[in-house]
């Protein structure tokens, strides 16, 4: 197979799996296992630096996978694959939200992404407890509070809460 012509399954992978990169993962390892593209051992090694690095799992595997294949570039071209179905159809969501806002059911459905937010932050509390680190906890606190109560945008909360603690450790570290 021309490794250029597996962009298009990343491409696919990506449009079609539910459930974030960790659910695109194994379907990924068989398409390529399946293609003959890398061994699985040499896949294993992929993923477990894939997991590694910082960012989403999907994308990291996918330029993984290009490297191994092709190089840094061919890496890239995978991680396009991978970005570009997720990008439009949150760009078409937030246009359908935006243009349909005032419908109950849009309004219920917000409402419910907001309560969702919330569990996860209390849930991220609650972790962050067992191996308590007040200026974490504090932090996470905040931005519970803005977006629960204050009902601030969640990308806002994550900007304002992400450098207000970055420059805190920073400070707090020279």
């Known amino acids: 197979m021309n490794k250029y012509k597996l ?10 799996t539910l ?5 695109m993962v194994p379907i990924i390892e068989r398409e390529i296992i399946k ?3 890398i061994e699985k051992d040499d896949f294993i090694i992929l993923f477990s630096k894939a997991q590694s690095a910082p960012g989403p799992i999907a994308i990291n595997t996918a330029f ?5 294949i092709g190089g840094i570039f061919l890496g890239l071209y995978y991680v396009l694959a991978v970005f570009i ?26 409402e419910g992404i907001r309560v969702g937010l ?5 849930n991220f ?12 906890f504090i932090f996470l606190l905040i931005g519970f509070l ?3 109560f204050f009902k601030f945008y969640s990308i806002y909360t994550l900007l304002i809460i992400t450098f207000s603690y970055l420059i805190v450790t920073i400070k707090k570290g020279k």
């Open 7 to 16: 962009f298009f399954t990343f491409l696919k992978i990506s449009a079609l």
């Open 19 to 23: 459930g974030g990169g960790y659910a």
């Open 35 to 37: 293609k003959n593209i």
């Open 64 to 68: 993984m996978v290009g490297m191994k």
């Open 85 to 110: 179905p997720p990008f439009f159809i949150i760009s078409l969501i937030a246009t359908l939200i935006k243009r349909y806002a005032d419908l109950i059911y849009i309004q219920y459905f917000l």
């Open 118 to 122: 919330s569990v996860i932050l209390i």
């Open 125 to 136: 509390l609650f972790s962050l407890i067992k191996n308590f680190k007040y200026i974490e």
């Open 146 to 148: 803005l977006i629960y």
